[in-house]
């Protein structure tokens, strides 16, 4: 009876396309439910705005779908745990042409979001809010949150995206459910909040922010959010949206280190003060030169998958641009000239050792001949077997 109630209260309340509809997730928030609905509610009825409220309940056990229920809002259930299939759930029903998300535990004034739907009106896309700016009260945020989570990501996600957002996190913004439409976000967890603006930049969606003020919440509870496995998804994520910083910059900071110690020591051996630096090192370098290889070529995967499969906007000019500059015949061709490198070496360093009567050698000599040998001999082979895996790549389906 509960279950029809609900679904028939819902039917009633979407009869007609609105301008707002304010979405709250909710996990057992019945102390602080009521506060967020009232304010919400008066905030249409100020502004005269035509607009609803949503809750998408995501496995309450206490009365929060029942308050929300007799506040007037619109109950949403969603089973699949996690800040971001909540949010997906409530956007996807409700009816409004802008959409306003913010928790229902009350650390938001609801009742003061006129400039989100004003920006929203003049054309914006996304619109988050910055609580570094508007004011964070005291007990309203943990330590660790405040001056070390939130500020080191957003840092991250703005050096990474060149998005103009000081607080990625916040949990009050707004969205034109289009524009939301268009994004395709997947993922269910607090990174939601981060894939939503980094999506926003991706496909050039016009962003902006605005003050909003951080209350303590009305919980009587711990909180939702794990400050450290929330803060590794939020990196993680921005990690892997962004292959240029993951793979690309240390893949060329270890190849240029490596490329440029390998010659300098397979000269000979160099001094630094009081410090000799000679084949030891050289292994070193060496290694540099592999493992940068090995980033590049990830970055390289990342970038033509994504591309391939149309995980982020704008990359066909990418696979594009691939495929006209770098073919399978050249990467062959450029493998056999390394192999044809290290074979060289291979042969120095035999010759060294046959004219010893294959007898004792100085290891210092032979080493700086072997090394590189085997440097390019590697190479080579990555490299063949790499542009083969590119090719694999590119090949695009029918579907």
Request: aromatic fraction near 14%; proline fraction near 4%; include cysteine.
């Amino acid at each position: 009876m509960n279950v029809l109630f609900v679904l028939l209260h819902r039917r009633i309340m979407r009869a007609n396309q609105k301008e707002v509809s304010i979405v709250m997730p909710c996990l057992n928030e019945a102390e602080a439910l009521p506060y967020c609905l009232d304010k919400a509610f008066a905030f249409l009825k100020v502004n005269n705005i035509d607009g609803e409220v949503l809750v998408v309940d995501n496995g309450s056990y206490d009365d929060s779908a029942g308050i929300a229920v007799s506040h007037g809002a619109i109950v949403v259930t969603e089973d699949k745990k996690g800040y971001g299939a909540a949010i997906m759930a409530g956007i996807k029903e409700a009816n409004g042409r802008y959409i306003i998300i913010g928790d229902a535990d009350d650390s938001y004034d609801f009742s003061n979001i006129i400039e989100f739907v004003r920006l929203l009106r003049q054309g914006t896309d996304l619109v988050v809010g910055n609580r570094f700016n508007g004011g964070i009260q005291k007990h309203a945020m943990p330590f660790l949150h405040r001056y070390v989570g939130n500020p080191v990501l957003s840092f991250l996600g703005r050096v990474f995206f060149h998005i103009p957002v000081n607080d990625f996190h916040c949990g009050l913004r707004g969205i034109k459910k289009s524009s939301f439409e268009q994004l395709q976000l997947k993922t269910t967890g607090m990174e939601f909040a981060s894939e939503m603006i980094v999506k926003a930049a991706l496909y050039k969606l016009k962003i902006s922010q605005t003050p909003v003020v951080l209350y303590p919440d009305k919980r009587n509870r711990p909180s939702h959010l794990k400050t450290w496995h929330d803060g590794w998804r939020h990196l993680r994520f921005l990690l892997l949206y962004s292959p240029r910083w993951l793979f690309l910059i240390p893949g060329i900071t270890l190849m240029l280190l490596g490329i440029v110690g390998t010659i300098v020591l397979g000269t000979g051996p160099i001094e630094i003060g009081n410090k000799k630096l000679d084949v030891h090192t050289l292994v070193y370098t060496s290694g540099f030169v592999l493992l940068g290889f090995q980033f590049i070529s990830f970055y390289f995967f990342s970038r033509l998958y994504a591309a391939v499969h149309g995980l982020w906007p704008g990359q066909e000019q990418f696979l594009e641009n691939f495929n006209n500059r770098f073919s399978l015949e050249r990467g062959i061709i450029a493998g056999i000239v390394l192999l044809g490198g290290g074979f060289f070496f291979m042969i120095k360093s035999f010759l060294y050792w046959r004219n010893t009567h294959f007898g004792n050698i100085d290891p210092v000599v032979v080493l700086r001949w072997v090394i590189p040998s085997v440097v390019l001999l590697v190479l080579g082979v990555q490299l063949v077997i790499s542009f083969f895996y590119l090719s694999f790549l590119t090949i695009k389906s029918k579907d």
